[in-house]
């Protein structure tokens, strides 16, 4: 629910960040009003910088003059803050609640070097290994969904939660990196729940809008390709979607 104008929510990012997706979806999620405020790709804002002073790195929830840094905190936050409008982020039941934070935190160690480590692959060696280390990530959530959706469409039931939003954010750069380096991610035939999951997740009116078509993906997916042809991104780089993104031009 992006707009513009001197509004009290604003949200400074770039939408091909998937840790930037996350927040514009919870803020829809709650039918907050913000105004987003776009950071040009190879410069970091003055803003960022006065904001996130500590990692210098999107995305920045600014409330009441307040800026809020880190995704998963900021999706904490807008639950806390916003509680009575919209469903909740987070359940209710402590172990499942436990169950959300785990499973984001898995995803999050394991599942970003992995993706931009295959989309910036130089050797066929070492995109079968991270394709492997991928879908050893994507069975795992495979069987964690079925304990946790307890047969519904997400993770967190019959509505989207947090880790439903952390997974989520990234099926943009999913699709892309399937096109760009001719791959099957999302394979009906090893993961039918996330893949049935995920068309759930993009068909849903909050996030529909909010991630980008996977063309635009695919663009900076091929810049990224070519800046780092010479072999795999320092995992310095790699740990730090911001400082990649920042670096491509």
Excluded at 18 to 28: E, K, Q, T, Y
Excluded at 122 to 148: G, R, S
Excluded at 168 to 178: C, D, I, N, P, V
Aim: aromatic share 12%.
């Amino acid at each position: 629910m992006a707009a513009s104008g001197n509004l009290e929510v604003k949200l400074l990012g770039a939408w091909v960040s998937p840790f930037v997706i996350r927040v514009g979806i919870a803020l829809n999620l709650k039918e907050v009003q913000y105004e987003f405020l776009e950071e040009q790709f190879g410069t970091k804002s003055e803003l960022l910088l006065e904001s996130n002073p500590v990692y210098k790195k999107m995305p920045v929830l600014i409330h009441h003059g307040k800026p809020i840094s880190e995704s998963m905190i900021i999706v904490q936050y807008i639950d806390d803050v916003w509680a009575r409008f919209g469903s909740a982020l987070m359940p209710t039941d402590a172990y499942d609640k436990a169950m959300h934070r785990f499973w984001t935190a898995y995803f999050d160690d394991k599942f970003f070097n992995s993706l931009f480590g295959l989309v910036t692959t130089a050797t066929e060696e070492t995109k079968a290994e991270a394709e492997e280390q991928i879908m050893t990530v994507l069975l795992h959530l495979e069987e964690a969904f079925v304990k946790m959706s307890k047969g519904n469409p997400f993770f967190g039931g019959d509505t989207i939660k947090y880790l439903d939003i952390a997974v989520g954010s990234f099926l943009g750069w999913m699709r892309a990196a399937e096109e760009i380096m001719c791959v099957k991610l999302l394979d009906d035939a090893r993961i039918p729940l996330l893949c049935a999951w995920a068309e759930n997740f993009c068909n849903n009116e909050a996030v529909r809008n909010v991630i980008p078509e996977t063309a635009k993906y695919v663009e900076v997916g091929k810049v990224l390709r070519l800046k780092y042809k010479s072999g795999p991104p320092p995992t310095s780089d790699v740990s730090n979607f911001s400082s990649l993104i920042h670096h491509l031009l």
